[in-house]
């Protein structure tokens, strides 16, 4: 899809609840330029992909089509944050550096992701909301207790705290 290509469908209502319009029109395209996971590798859309725009006749609100694997905002799928971070933090030799070109990124990016991820969930309640859907999975002897590392990996108590909290949570969430 794209420009002189072909079209997704045209939505059949307004996305703003409190507008009861079912009038949409195409608004043009938008340019991403994405990162996917594609076979467990990154693959980076150098060329872009195009998106949809569409506008209300009715409040004048407009949006971008997206597809579902894409994460609204970002350059880096939801996928690709997680294997990146997983990447940095079960490998005890992976650097920021390392794990970045690994995965098409900036080290800065995969810091950050650190920050965000470790705000997300606390990793308790999700390993005890797993352990109540399934209690015969061995999920809590699975919890990690350290981040592996042959080098520092965080500076301070706080960021070591930060990278555990993270490497529990997605242990948990991913159930292994």
Same mark, same amino acid.
């Given at each position: ?10 939505? !059949?209502?307004?996305? @703003?609840?409190?507008?009861? !319009?079912?009038?949409?029109?195409? $608004?043009?395209?938008? +340019? ?5 996971? #594609?076979?467990? /590798?990154?693959?980076? &859309? ?15 609100? =407009?949006?971008? %089509? @997206?597809? #579902?694997? *894409? ?8 996928? #690709? ?5 997983? !990447?940095? +933090?079960?490998?005890?030799?992976? =650097?920021?550096?390392? #794990?970045?070109? /690994? ?16 705000? &997300? ?11 109540? +859907? ?15 590392? $042959?080098?520092?990996?965080?500076? =301070?108590?706080? @960021? /070591?705290?930060? %990278?555990? @909290?993270? *490497? ?9």
């Amino acid at each position: 899809m794209g420009p002189g290509r072909g079209r997704p469908p045209r939505p !059949s209502a307004c996305t @703003r609840s409190s507008c009861p !319009s079912n009038r949409i029109w195409y $608004d043009g395209w938008r +340019l991403v330029f994405v990162t996917l996971l #594609v076979e467990g /590798q990154p693959l980076r &859309l150098d060329d872009g992909l195009w998106l949809q725009r569409v506008a209300c006749a009715g409040c004048w609100t =407009s949006w971008t %089509l @997206r597809p #579902v694997f *894409l994460y609204p905002h970002r350059s880096y799928g939801p996928d #690709v944050v997680e294997a990146a971070s997983l !990447s940095y +933090l079960s490998d005890a030799k992976a =650097s920021y550096a390392r #794990v970045a070109s /690994q995965f098409g990124c900036s080290w800065t990016a995969i810091w950050a992701w650190m920050c965000t991820l470790s705000c &997300l969930a606390e990793p308790a309640a999700v390993l005890a909301e797993a352990t109540r +859907l399934a209690p015969a999975a061995p999920s809590v002897e699975l919890m990690p207790r350290v981040v592996p590392q $042959d080098h520092v990996k965080g500076r =301070s108590a706080e @960021r /070591q705290a930060v %990278l555990l @909290r993270v *490497l529990q949570l997605l242990t948990a969430l991913r159930g292994r």
